[in-house]
Structure formats: C-alpha cells, structure tokens
C-alpha cells in the first residue's frame, strides 16, 4: 500500500515538478525577450529625441544666421567697414565659437573646399563639418585637441591625439547694398560639454533610465569621443576613449544604426548609435544614448529568483497536503488488503466490518463482505458434499463456462442499450427545456418589433442578431432529438444521404472542436445514398470524431473525407476519419473494436467503438482502422449502397 501511495504522489506531483519548471522557464525567456525589447524600443525613442536636439541646434543656428545677414544693423556695420567687435559681440550672443563675412569672390574660392559655403552664396545651409587642425582659430585648436585613449576591442590605430574640429557650420547669403557674400558661423562640438549635457538632461528625464549617471550621451568624430558624459572615473570624462570595432563597423561602415546592447568604456549599457554624414555626404560621426544594463538585469534576476522561490514553496505546501487527503482514502483500502490476506491464509472467518464512510470505497468493502459470507456459506457446503460432487461438478463446468459467457454478452448488450435509452431520454428532456424559454424569448423578440414599428431601426441590426442566434439554437436543439430519437431503415424511406449527416454531426461536435482548436477539413464527393438509421450513422461519427480530438490533444488537423468506394464487387460509400495524432499501438490495432477495450483509464468506458462496429455490421457494412505512414489513425466506415442492398434482398 506504501508503494501504491508513493506512485500516486509522483502521479500527482509530476506534472508540477515536471513541468511547471518547463512552463516557468518559457515565460520567462518570453518575458525577458519582451523586456529586452522594450529596452531597445526605449533607448530608440531616446536616440531620436537626441537626433531632433541636433537638427534644432543647427536649425536655429542657420536661422539666427540668416536673419543676422539680412538685418538692418549689420547693414550699417559693413557700410561703416569695421565689424570686427560686431562680429565678437553677435558671437557671444548667438552662442557661437567663430562668426565672419566673405566677400563674394573670397567665397567662391572657398566653395570647393566648404559645400556649405558654395551652398551659403544662393540660400541659408547649415551641416556638420570635420575641420582639420590648421583650420581653427588657435583657441579651438586647443579645445579641439584631444589625446587618444587606449580603448579594448578598437579598432588599432597609430593615432596619438585627435585634432580635427567637428563643427555645426552655417552659411547664409547677404544681399546688401555694397556688399554680396557669405555670412558664416560656427559651433566646435569637441569638448561642447553644454551641448552634450544639454542632450542628456533632455533624453533622460526620468529616473528609470537616467540619474545617477545611468543615462549617458556621445558624440563621436569618427569613433573617438569627443564630446560625452561618460565617465572614464569618478569624475573624470571618457574622451579620448573610442568606440568598439563592431560599433564601427556596422554604424561608419555600413551606415547602419545601431541598437543593442554595447560595452561602454568600463561597463554594458542598452545602446544607440546613429551615424553624422558631413556637408559631401561622407560619414564622419556618430551620436550616441545608452542607459546602464545593469538595474534592468537585476530586476529579471531577481523576478526570476521571486517566481522559483514560488515554485518550491507550492511545490513543498503540496505533497503534505496531497499525502493527507489520500490518507481517508487509502485506510480502508488497507483494511480491505488485511482482510484479504487473512483470508487468503484460510481464515474465511475474517470480516471487514462496518465503515464510517458512506463512497464507493465503502459500498466496495461491503460488498466484498457479501461475498466473503457467501464464499464461506459454499465452502461449507462444498467440503461437506465433496465427495459426492467431484464428478457432477466437472461435467457442469463446461455448461456454466457456456452460460457464463453469454449471460455477460447479454449483460453487455443490456448496458449498452440502457445507456443509450437514457441518452435518449436526457437528450429529448434538455432539449425541451431548451426550446420553452427560446420560444418565449423568439415571441417577445415579435412583440418588441411590432410594438417598437419604425422606432426599431437604429436597433434593428441587434434584432436580427438575437434572430439569428435562436435561430442557431433551434437548429441545434433540433439536430439533437434527430440524434437522440431512435430510427429503422424503414421509416426513413431506405435511403440516407450521408452528406447532411455529417454535416449534422459537425454541428453537434463544434463546441469540442473549437476548444481543442482544432482544424477541420472537409471533402465530400458525391456518393450514393445508404441504408442506415441516420441517428445510428451520427452517433458512429460522433464517436469517431470525438475520440480523433481527444487523441490529437491542443491543436492538430481532422480531415473528413467522404468518396465512393468498391469493395468486394459491391458499390458503396466510404467514410474516412483522419487525424494528426500519435496513432493507435501497432499491439493495440487488433483490439480497438473489443467491449470495453480503451486507452483513457477513468474517462471512458470502452464501448464506443465496439457500439459503433455493431452498428455498422447491422446495417451490412464494414468498419476498420489503420495508422498512415504520414502520422496519425485513420478509421474507414464502409456501408453498401442503398440500392444494390436492396437488390440483394
């Protein structure tokens, strides 16, 4: 009894143990992919407010430039043929690192060097640019100047300090009196710690992904940064340091933006680097916004860690719990095992006794003391007539073999046909229950649209709705008595067209269907009528359609076929039921037609199929099963055609 308990506890535990950590380890992989995703679509989100930063900065600056150019003031400045504090006054105003006028033939020599000046004679431009380190102003040489920092999984290079400038430059045409050039200015974003702190403060606003230094912004030239907020140390900023070759690679190689996650100088972050193209369209920059990985990485580890820690406590809390519930059930079976064995040592005195349950488990252990009386009673009598018997008894064992055998058979037959009768009889019962209520509401639903009249249209369309779907009751109420009423060949004219059957059946059967979601396909050829009751066929097909589902188990494909067949010289018809599941045992096919036969301990009683062989038989035809090579069981219902069986007879 011991081993008997531990098998159901492993019964019982098994799918949890089993499978629970399966199920947890899929949601969690889901959730985490999710939430990864979530992170890259963030950090996007980010990369494009910084983007839209950039343009307003060279934007305004083209603008502010533009409307200097054409103003009145530094009309008269030019005329006066000094703006050389004017220009350093405007600068400083306009927040710029370098502001100057060229004249229309120095511009043009210009042209071919700057695209943005050539640009600037006709119309405002305004672009990034990499200016080389002879082409600053001494003071933004210096700020420009940058010493190269060793960076791990760089790209090798030879380069010791960076020098170039990258600069917002701004051109704008000036059409004045006198005078007919270029207007330009500039910003150097090396070491512009304001803009890159501006960028920073704008994306990272909230604590989640920014404060406490998490949120992070670059700007590359090249792939050496110089303009960031990353530090190098505590408060000391990474320029200088240069982005990894794979960064590179795909975001200056390939032009491609880049969003994953990325090593940082000294940390991971979630990352996004879009590529800057200069004035002749060559890619000459990045801009970059990542947040630490860290946090996020914490949190799914400790969800992780909160969902197994669930997982054990449900699993410890169940096997007492399940252990004490199975001990009322298992006490009186010991009982019923001790008074076996007691019995089975020749005391046939050995009772169970009377029991304090009122279930089946009692009924049971009552039961088998009737018969332990009763096995005492003839054991009694037996060994006193012993002698007298022996002969008589073996000639007798043959005949009640015999009568055994078919008072079980009839016995079989007495059950099955019980249980069909009070199918029938519950059948017909709920079905008028059913109708009664749908009929009132149908004559209500008349009521409402004469009362109503004209005022029922913007309601109509409900009307017919609530129409339609009694309508579907009825239907299947109706399609319900047809499979529950009994029928003879004779009643029904002989002949029965197969086709609306099934589709009857597939109504019956829908809900079963749509709930294992599985997919049906049909193929109805035309095929000649049958001689068979047709509330017979449905409960054959309902059968057969029911057991192909419980087999596939979630998901999986029913085909119905239904074709003309020959079998024997005889015409017919052929039914085939085909499904997606794992098939019948191969030891098993032989036995799938036998009372009581099935492979759904608890759940069935094992005369469906043998219900539906006899069916057939009865009605001249031929039922078989077979699993194909494709995978899966098909069942073939084969019946003679109506009019050569009536020939025949």
């Not at 191969?586 to 006899?614: C, H, N, W, Y």
Request: net charge negative; proline share 4%.
């Amino acid at each position: 009894m011991q081993s008997v308990r531990l098998r159901l506890l492993i019964l019982a535990l098994a799918p949890l143990i089993l499978l629970m950590p399966l199920l947890l380890l899929l949601g969690m992989t889901r959730w985490t992919a999710d939430y990864d995703k979530v992170l890259i679509a963030n950090v996007e989100s980010d990369l494009r407010i910084a983007e839209q930063y950039l343009n307003r900065l060279m934007t305004g600056t083209g603008e502010e430039l533009h409307g200097l150019a054409g103003s009145v003031e530094f009309a008269e400045v030019l005329a006066e043929g000094d703006p050389a504090a004017y220009f350093r006054q405007k600068q400083a105003e306009l927040g710029l690192d370098f502001l100057y006028y060229l004249p229309a033939e120095a511009a043009g020599a210009q042209a071919d060097r700057w695209p943005v000046i050539a640009a600037g004679l006709s119309r405002p431009d305004t672009r990034i640019d990499i200016f080389p380190a002879g082409a600053l102003p001494a003071p933004l040489a210096a700020q420009a100047r940058i010493p190269l920092i060793e960076t791990e999984a760089a790209v090798p290079t030879d380069r010791e300090v960076e020098d170039r400038g990258m600069v917002v430059h701004s051109a704008s045409p000036v059409r004045l009196p006198g005078h007919d050039g270029v207007l330009v200015g500039g910003i150097l974003l090396n070491r512009n710690l304001d803009f890159i702190d501006s960028i920073n403060a704008l994306v990272y606003l909230n604590a989640v992904t920014g404060g406490e230094r998490q949120g992070t912004a670059t700007l590359f030239l090249d792939d050496v940064r110089v303009s960031t907020n990353v530090r190098l140390f505590e408060d000391v900023r990474a320029l200088g340091t240069r982005v990894s070759a794979a960064v590179r690679g795909q975001v200056l190689g390939q032009g491609k933006t880049w969003l994953d996650r990325a090593f940082v100088v000294n940390d991971w972050y979630i990352s996004a680097y879009m590529p800057l193209t200069d004035s002749f369209g060559d890619r000459v920059g990045m801009l970059y916004v990542g947040f630490l990985e860290a946090p996020f990485t914490a949190a799914k580890r400790q969800a992780f860690l909160w969902m197994l820690a669930a997982f054990f406590a449900v699993l410890v809390l169940s096997a007492p719990v399940f252990l004490w519930m199975a001990g009322g059930i298992f006490a009186p079976l010991e009982r019923m095992t001790q008074t076996m064995a007691r019995v089975g040592r020749g005391d046939l005195s050995a009772r169970i006794g009377r029991m304090k349950r009122r279930d089946e488990i009692a009924a049971v252990a009552g039961h088998l003391d009737d018969l332990l009386d009763q096995v005492q009673d003839r054991d009694r009598k037996l060994r006193a007539w012993a002698d007298e018997l022996n002969t008589r008894v073996e000639e007798r064992t043959a005949e009640l073999r015999a009568a055994n055998a078919k008072l079980e058979e009839t016995y079989r037959q007495l059950v099955m046909s019980e249980k069909l009768a009070s199918i029938g009889e519950i059948t017909a019962g709920v079905a008028h229950e059913i109708n009664n209520p749908v009929a009132v509401i149908q004559g209500n639903l008349d009521v409402m649209r004469e009362a109503l009249q004209e005022r029922a249209a913007p309601v109509a369309t409900e009307l017919n709705l609530i129409d339609a779907q009694v309508g579907r009751i009825q239907a299947i109420v109706g399609k319900l008595l047809k499979f529950a009423a009994p029928g003879e060949i004779e009643e029904m004219g002989g002949q029965v067209d197969l086709a609306p059957v099934l589709g009857d059946c597939l109504v019956l059967v829908e809900h079963v269907i749509d709930k294992a979601g599985v997919r049906v396909e049909t193929r109805l050829d035309d095929v000649p009528p049958v001689r068979i009751a047709p509330g017979e066929m449905q409960q054959v097909v309902v059968n057969l359609i029911i057991n192909a589902v419980q087999a596939m188990g979630q998901g999986g494909r029913l085909a119905l076929l239904l074709t003309e067949a020959r079998r024997n010289g005889r015409r017919g018809t052929a039914l085939k039921v085909r499904d997606s599941g794992p098939g019948v045992p191969d030891a098993m096919l032989s036995a799938v037609f036998d009372p009581f036969f099935t492979t759904k301990r608890g759940e069935g009683t094992g005369l469906g199929l043998s219900i539906s062989q006899t069916l057939i038989q009865r009605a001249g035809g031929l039922i078989s099963v077979r699993n194909r090579k494709a995978g899966g069981a098909e069942f073939t219902v084969w019946l003679p055609a109506a009019e050569e069986e009536m020939a025949a007879e």
